[in-house]
């Protein structure tokens, strides 16, 4: 085994999208030629509903599929297709947005105002950008959670892992997405296949991701500091990147720690976006933007 040393650790930062949701950004827009075939990371946690109740009002999508998982609180969605729901904690959404959809995301915190949720954005490769518009709707119930004998529990969002296999299938990236928690005190080893890109966003409690030999210090939140970081363990809100390997290991802090591990295999085309329309080249983004001008963006309609 060999294991994957940590390339980059990434602050991720403050951030407004929509009508005006306050949120963090772990990546995405400009080169993310190192997370392919990922484009986007957004953690929308927000204990303030001024700040988030405004929501992702209607907007296009194209050339890409979009992965919602909320944690607390509730998204309602819907869709040029006719589609409508609402995603609860636990849930998670998979949209293959293919060849056009417009879409709206409108959350709603729980009953103390609490919201969190991630999104994240993959690539379509260029023989599937202008397929069929589809979507994975799954309840949290139905999203399988292992564990090991140390306690190390792993909920399969996607992919197969320890014997699981997540709900979300057919997946043109072919990940893995894992929300993995590991007790304090903990140090794990989770493999991740060699040939994939990965990278871990912490969400909850501290730790260090080793290299070979020593731990790799990063940057943390302090408690009461939110715009100083210190360098020390990984915690809330780091994005650690990592680098070629078969697995990684992960040293738990005293309070545990609590993270999403997602890995894809790359799928090295050239990538042209303008905000939720991604294709290969710019004469394709023109197409896209000249047809949503038009009202001839959306290929396929509800019945």
Known sequence: MSIRPVKRIIESKPTMEGAGVKLRRGFGFGDTTEFDPFLLFD????????????GFPWHPHRGIETITYVLAGEVAHGDSLGNQGTLGAGDV?????????????????????????????????????MTTPRYQD????????????????????????????????????????????????????????TTRHAFAYVFAGSGT?????????VLTEGPDDHD?????????????????????????????????????????????WYGPI???????????????RSDTFIKHRSR
């Open 93 to 129: 959404q998979w949209m293959t947005a293919g060849s056009g959809i417009l879409h709206q995301e409108m959350p709603k915190g729980d009953a103390q105002g609490h919201m969190h949720g991630f999104q994240l954005w993959a690539n379509l490769p260029s023989a599937l950008k």
């Open 228 to 272: 100083n970081p210190v360098l020390d363990q990984t915690g809330n809100r780091s994005l650690v990147l990592f680098d070629r390997g078969d697995e990684i290991v992960v040293q738990a802090g005293d309070q545990g720690i609590r993270f999403l591990l997602v890995s894809g295999k790359p799928i090295e085309e050239p990538v042209a």
């Open 43 to 54: 953690d929308f946690r927000n204990d303030h509903p001024n700040d988030y109740l405004a």
């Open 209 to 217: 991701f080793r290299d070979a030999s020593a731990p790799r210090g």
């Open 278 to 292: 991604v294709m290969n080249t710019k004469d394709e983004l023109q197409t896209a933007l000249s047809e949503l």
């Open 138 to 193: 799954v309840k949290g119930r139905d999203v399988p959670e292992v564990t090991d004998d140390d306690g190390t529990r792993v909920r399969v969002v996607c992919g197969d892992f320890w014997g699981a296999k997540g709900p979300v299938e057919g997946v043109a990236a072919d990940p893995r997405y894992l929300d993995v928690s590991v007790p304090p005190g903990t140090r794990k080893r989770l493999q991740v296949e």
